[in-house]
Every structure is written in C-alpha cells, then in structure tokens.
C-alpha cells in the first residue's frame, strides 16, 4: 500500500517538474486520478488505416503494397503474378515467375490462372493505374478472391531496386519474352511465351495470338 502510494506520489510530481500536465491530459482523459470508464474519450486513439502509402498488407481488399509484397518474396512465399502490361514493355524484365498476360487476353486465358482459387494472385500493370484495378476486381468475381493490385505498379517497383526477372530465351532457342517478331504471312507481333524453342506463343495488336511456334517460323 505504502509502495503505491509513493508512486503516485514521485509520478505527480514528475508531471509537474517536467511541465508533463498537457501532455498527460491528451493521452489520458483519466489521467488526474479520476478512473471513470463513462468518461473515456475515444477520440484520443489514433484511427487504424487499411492500407496507408506503398504498404497495404494481407488485409486490404483490393490493394496489396510493394514492401508487403517483397517481403513475401523474401520469405518464399510470393503471390501469383500476373504481368498485364502491353508486351512491348516486357523486354525490361517482369516480377520474379510472373505470367504475361495482356490486358485484352487474360479474360480469355484464366486457365492459365492456379487451379486453387485461395491462391494470392497479384496483378500488376506499369503505373497502377492502367487496367490492373479493373482486372483483380474481375478476377475476385471469378472466384480468385485473394486477387489484388500491385499499387504503384512495376514502374514503383523498379524504382525501389525490387528483385526482377529477366527474360532469357529458351534452351536451344534465340527468342525471348517481349521480343518483337514478324511471322513468314507477314503479320508482326511479340512473344509472350516461350516455354521451349518449339514452343512460342505470339500475341498480335489486334489481341489475337498464334503458336506454338518453333524458331523457323520467327522472323525478327
């Protein structure tokens, strides 16, 4: 009893040696010996944001951030990436195991989405903000319920030093993801897969594709 008293009693007057009386009134509506739950003040509890700056996390419903995002990465637990971006733009590289997807074509292509549907699966586009909003929304109705947009993009991505992958042709092959080819009946278009050098997918201007194509069916 004696003990408490005393703490009271070198806290009071730590309060007021240190000019803490303000303070002590904004953090605590009880703060001057009057413990009154009737009298509590919410008000002074910082509101909890869902999703604040680059970093929503796991609980956000449409967004999910870059640091958030990396640190999975980290971890070996990384999401499903989806690359919507016009193929032209892949040459730069795409996020680590990421599958390339134009924006016209994903709606068709979703068997190419993870069979498990509680899969995190995140799309991503340059900036954020040209289609892969629309597209997780759509994903989510499709019953990928954990799909989310990459905020920022891979623009934000990039610019913070995240891991990317490069594209590499395939084994005894000398195209790669994002090149640029011009088929023999002259159409001209990129690839966006090249699971094998027998095996490249050409994805053309008017979001039709062609393949799998081998390497003399090519031009450059």
């Known amino acids: 009893m004696f003990r408490d008293r005393l703490k009271k009693v070198v806290r009071k007057a730590a309060i007021k040696a240190f000019n803490m009386e303000f303070d002590t009134e904004d953090r605590d509506p009880n703060a001057r010996g009057n413990p ?13 944001v869902d999703g604040d700056g680059d970093t929503p996390g796991a609980n956000h419903k449409t967004d999910i951030g870059r640091t958030w995002v990396s640190a999975q990465l980290a971890g070996g637990v990384p999401p499903f990436f989806v690359d919507i971006r016009p193929p ?9 195991g990421a599958l390339v997807l134009p924006l016209e074509l994903l709606k068709s292509r979703t068997d190419a989405l993870p069979k498990d549907k509680s899969k995190r699966v995140t799309i991503y586009d340059q900036t954020g903000e040209l289609g892969s909003d629309d597209m997780a929304t759509w994903l989510r109705e499709q019953g990928w319920g954990l799909s989310r947009r990459l905020r920022g993009g891979f623009a934000e991505w990039i610019e913070h030093d995240e891991p990317i992958q490069e594209a590499t042709p395939p084994e005894g092959g000398s195209h790669k993801v994002g090149d640029p080819v011009r ?15 027998d095996a490249y997918e050409i994805y053309f201007e008017d979001g039709t594709t062609a393949g799998p194509l081998n390497e003399a069916e090519l031009g450059s």
């Open 183 to 197: 088929l023999s009946d002259g159409r001209s278009g990129w690839i966006i897969t090249a699971a094998s050098a």
């Open 88 to 96: 032209g733009e892949i040459a730069t590289g795409v996020l680590p």
């Open 36 to 48: 009154d739950p009737s009298k509590f003040d919410p008000s002074v509890i910082p509101k909890i």
